[in-house]
């Protein structure tokens, strides 16, 4: 399943996973922990699936979830307790799917993490464009989030970059994956080789957008209109190893964290600039929880497995499936 991933790349992400024992988030004393309630929504099909990312499509409510091992796409179709391969291992040349969104208009978006980003037609499962990464080094294209104007955003975990696919671009059909915004310099200094940007959303008015470096466990807010780029004032925790993200109108920041099994739920400021933590949930049935969506009722979990014979260690997983979590 991983053989088709570079070695340094596959080092690169255990890495990220493993680094540092601290817990998530440091929760405030005033934030209680969360009774959340965690089922099982539905189930994949295989024996090494190890998901990674999940989106909704916003029509019809199916659910696409990605495999981080060899780049199949399931669909969950409503009511149904069994994903089927919608796009099967491999298709156009596709390793692996991390990040995944369905745009207003029923496109689904998915990140292979070892070159760039496909948009496919949901109806037939045909490819509507492509873009890959431009130049040399290593590159690993992570999550992505989608503007009111139709603009895709995606983060690099390795380069530290925020690369912008726009609506002609996507009208064109393919071309190279640049960079519209360098966080480099905003960082905070991690070891090297860590992963930094992962998750990404964007506010429901398009002003601006909110991407986790997972190892410094800061938010950092990019202004659209300006460019300028921010570190959001967190108070009451902090983001380290967290993963996905997953924004509501509302203002309420939802966040997976990895490796220790817990879901964060921030209070943001209506400008993006402050975010207060206000739940905290951890339980091993997350499963190595690498990103959600949140949707009245529930909230959907992606149970990676990756510490069973996946990215981070040896070991036999149990039937993957996606969780679902109530009171959160």
């Known amino acids: ?7 340094a790349t596959f080092l690169t992400l255990t890495t990220a996973l493993t680094l540092g024992a601290a817990p998530a988030a440091q929760a405030d004393p005033a934030a209680p922990a969360v009774e959340g309630r965690v089922s099982t929504a539905f189930t994949l099909p295989g024996e090494k699936v190890y998901p990674e990312g999940i989106a909704t499509d916003p029509r019809n409510h199916t659910v696409y979830v990605g495999s981080y091992a060899d780049g199949s796409v399931y669909r969950a179709r409503p009511g149904h307790r069994t994903a089927e391969v919608f796009l099967p291992a491999g298709t156009d040349g596709r390793h692996t799917a991390n990040g995944l969104r369905v745009d207003a208009r029923g496109r689904l978006w998915v990140t292979d993490s070892t070159s760039g980003v496909s948009v496919y037609d949901t109806a037939s499962g045909t490819r509507l464009a ?3 990464v431009a130049g040399t080094g290593g590159h690993f294209v992570n999550d992505l989030t989608i503007t009111p104007d139709g603009t895709a955003y995606l983060t690099d975990s390795v380069r530290a970059v925020v690369y912008r696919v726009t609506p ?8 190279p994956l640049l960079p519209a915004y360098d966080l480099r310099e905003h960082l905070t200094p991690s070891p090297a080789g860590s992963f930094t940007l992962n998750g990404i959303v964007s506010d429901p008015a398009g002003r601006f957008l909110l991407t986790v470096d997972m190892t410094a466990g800061d938010l ?7 460019g300028a780029v921010s570190r959001v004032a967190l108070q009451g ?7 996905g993200l997953d924004l509501a109108p509302d203002g309420t920041l939802r966040v997976a964290h990895n490796t220790t099994n817990t879901l964060t739920r921030w209070h943001l400021s209506p400008d993006g600039t402050r975010a207060r933590l206000t739940r905290t949930f951890t339980d091993p049935a997350l499963q190595i929880p690498t990103t959600l969506n949140h949707a009245p009722g529930r909230t959907l979990v992606v149970r990676s497995q990756f510490d069973k014979g996946g990215p981070m260690s040896p070991g036999t997983p149990t039937t993957f499936t996606i969780a679902s979590v109530r009171g959160f």
């Open 220 to 226: 950092h807010r990019i202004d659209l209109r300006t």
């Open 130 to 132: 492509h873009f890959e």
């Open 1 to 7: 399943m991983l053989k088709k991933l570079l070695p």
């Open 168 to 175: 002609a671009q996507l009208a064109a059909g393919s071309g």
């Open 237 to 243: 925790g902090d983001l380290t190893h967290a993963d």
